[in-house]
């Protein structure tokens, strides 16, 4: 199993440009996210799934877009880059069954940094 | 609402010290599960432990423990004999199981440098 996968795992952008990292994970999980992680900030919940189909906002979702058409795949869009969402975006998945007892995991980062 | 502070922003301490790192939390759940995560430098994130709010029996494995304590809504790590592959940055995170929650909310982290 390949896990939860990022790419890219480096992006420069200018601001006002709009892109879409790519998450996937091969484990079957339901729910999956997006956090973001600043110096200092931790690990903000941008947006989840908790399944096909189904998304809902996290705490600071403004500025982002996610679909969730597959199980497998997570996609979080960025409508119109600015130099705030320069950030390290994590994509992490855990199984549906059990909730939120379960532990998330957590593919390796993309590193964003918008000019 | 949930809330998990780590005010320990970075420790710095020599090897084969003991070090502790606080992690205070806020749920009005009765049902809750608290996580801690590492990061070493290459920056992947890795699990450590979870803890549901029913159990407070405190937890060891090998050089690390886990201190849970509901009084004062604390769930502290500890590690003992500390080595230089230690150093990381450690994540406390909190998930209420009420209301339909389904987000984990992560503390700010303390970075932990272990000097040889």
């Known amino acids: 199993n390949a896990g939860v996968t990022q790419t890219p795992k480096f992006q420069v952008l200018k601001t006002g440009q709009s892109m879409t990292l790519q998450c996937a994970q091969d484990?079957?999980?339901?729910?999956m996210s997006w956090y973001r992680q600043d110096p200092g900030m931790g690990l903000r919940l941008i947006h989840y799934s908790v399944g096909a189909g189904i998304t809902d906002q996290g705490e600071v979702p403004n500025g982002y877009n996610v679909s969730r058409s597959t199980t497998e795949d997570f996609p979080l869009r960025l409508l119109s880059a600015a130099p705030s969402q320069t950030s390290v975006y994590f994509c992490?998945?855990?199984?549906?069954?059990?909730?939120?007892?379960?532990?998330?995991?957590f593919g390796p980062g993309t590193r964003l940094t918008v000019l | 609402a949930q809330k998990v502070t780590q005010a320990q922003t970075e420790i710095s301490v020599v090897e084969k010290e003991d070090v502790t790192l606080d992690c205070v939390y806020e749920?009005?759940?009765?049902?809750?599960?608290l996580f801690w995560y590492k990061q070493p430098p290459s920056g992947e994130l890795v699990f450590l432990i979870r803890?549901?709010?029913?159990?407070?029996q405190n937890e060891i494995s090998g050089r690390y423990s886990w201190n849970f304590q509901k009084s004062t809504s604390s769930f502290n790590f500890t590690i003992t004999a500390s080595q230089v592959v230690d150093s990381a940055v450690y994540f406390c995170a909190l998930s209420e199981a009420g209301g339909g929650g389904f987000k984990t909310i992560f503390g700010a982290g303390t970075r932990l440098f272990v000097k040889a």
């Open positions: 803890r549901n709010s029913f159990d407070e």
């Open positions: 992490a998945s855990r199984p549906g069954t059990g909730g939120v007892r379960n532990e998330q995991f």
């Open positions: 484990m079957n999980h339901e729910y």
């Open positions: 749920t009005r759940d009765t049902t809750y599960y």
